[in-house]
């Protein structure tokens, strides 16, 4: 068995396309929408709306850690908006159905996804198509092995779409039980996984999933979210740690075989 496994795609709809190229199955680990992009101000939803040097501006305040001044920025830009008769809520979801009409158009079949902590899961039902399977606090089996999905984000200062309660997040993680391999967005709570050297922060890790690590002991644990993690790899006990990287600047997955 040849599985591809991508995570925080963010608009990368010509890759994505290609992604489950000589695979069995491609896994989707989140992150489909992009609404900020860090290393290119031009490309999102946001520069979309208000422009590459006022998405620049909110990138800055956002790299220096001054979220407050980040949220009074962008809501005075969403209120300039609002005088021109623009509705936050409907220009955002308008955006949003864009890229997910041509990302999950890209999806090969079959093809195993779960949500990332920008996506927006009340919308995915009205974009999955025949051979796309959605889950979230479920197990599937693929050639033989049990796999565990678990997504979303945790509480942060960000604020993103779908940021779940830490009580929440860790009951979808004892749902999936015994597993083969773990699959999430985010990665257990381990430093030298949480820590991104670019952005030079810690993002939200999992102690939940870093229990079911211990207890479980499953071959793999997949995930992204980090875009430049301190270590792409750690083992904890005898299990392998795996970010399997930023496809939406690679564009390319990362390989499972058995």
């Known amino acids: 068995m040849r599985v591809h496994v991508v995570s925080d795609v963010h ?7 290609k992604a489950g ?41 956002r790299t220096a850690r001054r979220f407050d001044e980040a949220r009074v ?9 609002a005088r021109r008769g623009v509705d936050k809520a409907t220009a955002v979801e308008s955006a949003v159905r864009d890229q997910y009409a041509e990302l999950f158009a890209a999806f090969p079949a079959p093809t195993y996804a779960t949500y990332g902590n920008v996506d927006v899961p009340p919308l995915w039902p ?21 796999f565990g999905f678990v997504g979303g984000g945790l509480p942060s200062p960000m604020r993103t779409p779908y940021e779940v309660p830490e ?6 993680v004892e749902a999936l ?27 939200r890790g999992s102690t939940a999933l870093l229990a079911a690590i211990r207890r479980v002991r499953p071959r793999y644990a ?28 690679s564009g390319r997955p990362w390989v499972l075989e058995w």
């Open 21 to 61: 190229d000589g695979a069995d199955a491609l896994i989707c680990l989140g992150d489909l929408v992009l609404f900020l992009d860090y290393a290119n101000h031009a490309r999102g939803i946001f520069p979309d709306l208000f422009g590459e040097e006022n998405a620049r501006r909110i990138v800055a305040l």
């Open 177 to 203: 039980g015994e597993v083969d391999v773990l699959c999430s967005h985010i990665p257990p709570e381990v430093p030298e996984l949480t820590y991104d050297t670019v952005a030079r922060r810690f993002e």
């Open 11 to 17: 608009g990368n709809a010509q890759d994505l396309a």
């Open 73 to 81: 920025f962008a809501r005075g830009l969403w209120e300039e908006l």
């Open 222 to 249: 997949l995930f992204g979210h980090v875009h430049q993690p301190l270590a792409r790899r750690v083992r904890v006990g005898a299990t392998e740690c795996v970010n399997v990287g930023h496809f939406a600047s």
């Open 167 to 172: 009580e929440e997040y860790a009951a979808k």
């Open 126 to 146: 009205e974009y999955v198509r025949p051979g796309t399977t959605v889950l979230d606090g479920e197990r599937v089996e693929i050639g033989g092995r049990v």
